[in-house]
């Protein structure tokens, strides 16, 4: 059984009182925008998302010990009304699911016939990309206050705390130059990317993908870490000729352009 | 003018007594032999590239100053019969340019539309990989006797040392080490690329690309360094279920159905 607006999909994404602000689940949320599926967002706590998985029979996504049970999750509903419903986890496993389970043509296509392995590979190299910015927006994002709850701000400090050695807070000081850094990692991206050319605004020329998801997840992630004025946001969107502005205005009409329904 | 077998594209290959071995242009060779395109081959001299290159007009493809000059490079003959014909350098631009300048449908694609920008990541992501097999192909390569001219292995020799601070051949003993890191490395690429899966053989499923004559050049280029028995890539055509030779095969089929003319 198809999604329906009165059964939709249910999309776990991690809660922020400024709302969605994970590079990751957004990667999804604009999945489930594209192929136009009607969804209902769930948000979870940072601290809870593994006692959330583990309820719902989810087992552990990752090896890593520190993140095993990671975000997003989305719950498609079963062909049997009372059966459990097909939850799949991390954002290229589900627009691969989703993909196969809504096919084109009645559904546009996320990862077109071919690519399954190039948008793989593109995938890391812009998360290894985006890596640069880690050491600015995780701290920016840990001094903004009333931003998580106070169970999801310990948890986030601390576990933190276990990946750097040290609290996220005390990298403040360095953030300008760490940006810098960031920056030309992020313009040599760029230029591999040829964004806005003769061939269209997106990686794959006219035709948006997978992998578009993916850079709107981090321009996402940069500005909801930063919140308030989004100095960082306005700086970066003026690099390489204004090319990133450009290319998140087209990210940004498809997360207003939501398929989410409201039950 | 297009080229034809009675004035046919010049590609320039690197040198050795035992024929192409260049992983580089050996990309270029499968772009033309899968694009039926006709092609005589001249080799030069490892040694001779830049006087080469200077000698035809042709301005440094790079700013490293080890290697300004490089190949392979194609002479594409000019509509104009007294003309210069249309020189370029580097294996991903030669690609770019034939694909362009003998389309589709009459001549097949080798960057199929849409994915340029995914596969010079692909590109870059896979000659990473392949570095891992420098400390062991490059000393394999120098060991070998008889097999560049005088000349050429002078300045390989040279030129390496520039790299990597002492003798190709103080390496060797170190290969069996080496080779055993290369393969970690390399069978993370295999797992991301999935070849000879339900989709087919080649990392775009059932066609074939670019990225698959990056692949065959490595594998093409660890057989010629290392010659003889080559018990490495024996070794390697084992590798994660046999999937290299199985891959290799169809690579070499590529080789074998050569549009080369004999003028």
């Known amino acids: ?9 249910i999309f776990y994404d991690i809660h922020s009182k400024d709302g969605s602000w994970s590079p990751n689940t ?52 079963s062909s049997d009304p009372n059966g459990k419903p097909t939850y799949v986890v ?31 590979i593109a995938l890391e190299r812009v998360m290894n990309a985006g890596m640069g910015f880690v050491t600015v927006v995780l701290p920016l994002a840990a001094a903004r206050t009333n931003f998580l709850d106070d169970k999801a701000y310990e948890y986030y400090r ?15 000081p360095e953030v300008d130059s760490n940006w810098e850094k960031a920056r030309g990692g992020w313009e040599a991206l760029g230029d591999q990317l040829e964004l806005g050319g003769e061939d269209g605004p997106f990686v794959m020329g006219a035709q948006i993908s997978f992998i578009d998801f993916v850079l709107g997840g981090l321009l996402h992630g940069v500005q909801k870490c930063e919140g308030g004025e989004m100095k960082y946001w306005k700086d970066m969107s003026t690099w390489q000729g204004g090319m990133w502005g450009e290319f998140w205005e087209k990210i940004a009409k498809l997360e207003a352009d939501s398929s989410e329904v409201s039950v």
């Open 26 to 77: 957004y990667k999804t949320r604009l999945t489930l925008n594209y192929k136009r599926l009607p969804y209902k967002v769930e948000y979870v706590s940072m601290a809870d998302i593994e006692t959330k998985l583990k309820e719902l029979g989810v087992p552990p996504t990752t090896h890593n010990p520190l993140f095993k049970y990671i975000l997003p999750m989305i719950a498609d509903p």
């Open 158 to 172: 601390q576990s933190r705390r276990a990946i750097f050695g040290r609290d996220l807070l005390e990298f403040l």
């Open 1 to 9: 059984m198809a999604a329906t607006k009165e059964n939709p999909i």
């Open 90 to 120: 991390d954002s290229f496993e589900i627009a691969l699911y989703l993909d196969k389970t809504y096919p084109a043509p009645k559904y546009p296509i996320v990862i077109p016939p071919g690519t399954r392995a190039l948008q793989k």
